[in-house]
């Protein structure tokens, strides 16, 4: 028959089958989620005695596996008490990378501690766990490292384990966030409209946005030390955990320098969310002083934007490279020139 259909009550002439064989069990239950161990891990930390299947060799040859339970290509495994799998003996002169894995073995019907031999070399490389519906199935538990001659076996853990569940919420994403589990992904669904939506993380630190999912977000600089200028304009977006990407655009429409306030050395810009200020951030702007513009400016200037160390992480503030002599270094910006106009991009550490 074509389509074949289960598990359902009872056969029927459209393909539907009551009876499950465990190949196809096998085939229906692993897609329900991955290998892994039955313990969520929601800790800021662990030792290794806090966790199910830790090992260590004994006897110099063998390792000995802890209790523990886990899902394994689409099977529960369960190891009530403490068993040993012995490590084949390598009188090569390279050494070996093997495998302790759980494996299905359908031709067994059962699920079992084994392990997998590598190959001796002078770069060795651990053997890949086979994953085949109807074959055998293997989970590593560790990486086994083998010396030439027999001179010693260590293991390095392997181990995938199982997380929290995501969740998605409407809003109040953050306090949701809060009363879940450490390690839980969040995703703001934003079905009220007002935002946009994004993907967090509720980690060891606490909550943080790991990447926007909509639409590039907007927003309105602020100008600081200068009259407003007509035209403010700036897009953003998370692209990584609090890392924010962004460019802003300014425009004196006006006839009229925009100039400092009196007292003032410089004029900067407020960014999207405030910047991680721990050590200071550097960003780069271009300024286009047009034909008809100042003749107090060049018509293209390089300028830098410096978000400074410490509190004041909130504005980007303008410097350019000297008028006079590049000996003099960097000077702060005077003016933004009539009907000129900045654009500043880049990429920075949110707070």
Known sequence: MAEISYPFNADNADGGRAIVSQTQWQSMAHM?????????????????????????????????????????????????STK????????????????VVIQADMSQSSVNLAVVKGTAGSTPLPPQPRRVNGGLWQMPLFEVDVAARDASVTISSRMSFNMPQTIATAWNTQSTAALMPRGTMVYDLDVNGTGSQYEAFNSRNGYVVTRDLGPTR????????????????????????????????????????????????????????????????????????????????PNFVHLTAKINRGSDSSTAWFYQQ??????????????????????????????
Not at 38 to 57: E, H, I, K
Not at 84 to 99: E, F, G, M, Q
Not at 335 to 349: A, F, H, K, N
Request: hydrophobic share 35%; aromatic share 12%; no cysteine.
């Open 32 to 80: 329900w989620g991955g290998d892994r161990i039955d313990y969520t891990l929601t800790a800021a930390s662990y030792d290794g005695s806090d966790l199910p299947f830790g090992g260590r060799v004994v006897n110099g040859r063998s390792v000995e596996v802890r209790p523990g339970k886990a899902w394994v290509g689409g099977f529960y495994y369960q190891l009530t």
């Open 84 to 99: 040993s799998v012995t490590i084949d003996a390598n009188p090569d002169s390279k050494a070996r990378k093997d495998l």
């Open 218 to 297: 907007t927003y309105t600089p602020s100008v600081a030390n200068i009259n407003q200028p007509a035209v403010r304009q700036g897009r953003w977006r998370y692209i990584a955990p609090k890392t924010v990407w962004f460019t802003s655009y300014l425009q004196n429409t006006s006839g009229s320098d925009l100039k400092l306030h009196q007292g003032q050395w410089t004029f900067g810009f407020t960014l999207p969310v405030p910047a991680n200020g721990r050590i200071g951030q550097v960003l780069t702007a271009h300024m286009y002083n047009n034909n008809s513009g100042s003749p107090a400016m």
């Open 322 to 351: 000297s008028k006079f002599s590049p000996g003099d270094g960097m000077d702060g910006v005077a003016l933004l020139p009539r009907r000129g106009d900045i654009t500043i991009s880049g990429v920075y550490e949110a707070a």
